[in-house]
């Protein structure tokens, strides 16, 4: 049985930093991409950033040079490290893999505000 688990969200003040972990069992990211997804309220879910089984990483244009991607493939988690939040970041985050992307984390809340 697949199993994300989110970790590491909270409140943050604007220009602050998180890093946000999803940990993995019976499923290995090393040879399945991963991605973080993010959702605000009243708005659709957002890719946010990937990392193919390979290490390659993209990220939306709306965090690129802020977020940073990786992974640590022998503590089987995917790492999203978010640094200059701002208030727009807010919402719950997920990651997601899978051959057909199909499981899920239940996702971490992390809410930007002063």
């Known amino acids: 049985q697949v199993q994300l688990v989110e970790s590491g969200g909270g409140l943050v003040q604007p220009g602050g930093s998180l890093r946000l972990s999803c940990a993995a069992s019976g499923i290995t990211f090393s040879i399945n991409a991963v991605g973080w997804y993010r959702q605000a309220p009243g708005k659709e879910r957002e890719l946010v950033a990937t990392?193919?089984?390979?290490?390659?990483?993209t990220y939306a244009d709306s965090v690129k040079g802020r977020f940073t991607i990786s992974r640590d493939i022998a503590k089987n988690t995917v790492y999203l490290r978010m640094n200059s939040l701002k208030p727009e970041d807010t919402g719950v985050y997920c990651c997601?893999?899978?051959?057909?992307?199909?499981?899920w984390g239940h996702g971490t809340q992390v809410t930007v505000s002063s």
């Open positions: 990392i193919s089984s390979g290490g390659s990483t």
């Open positions: 997601n893999t899978g051959e057909r992307s199909q499981y």
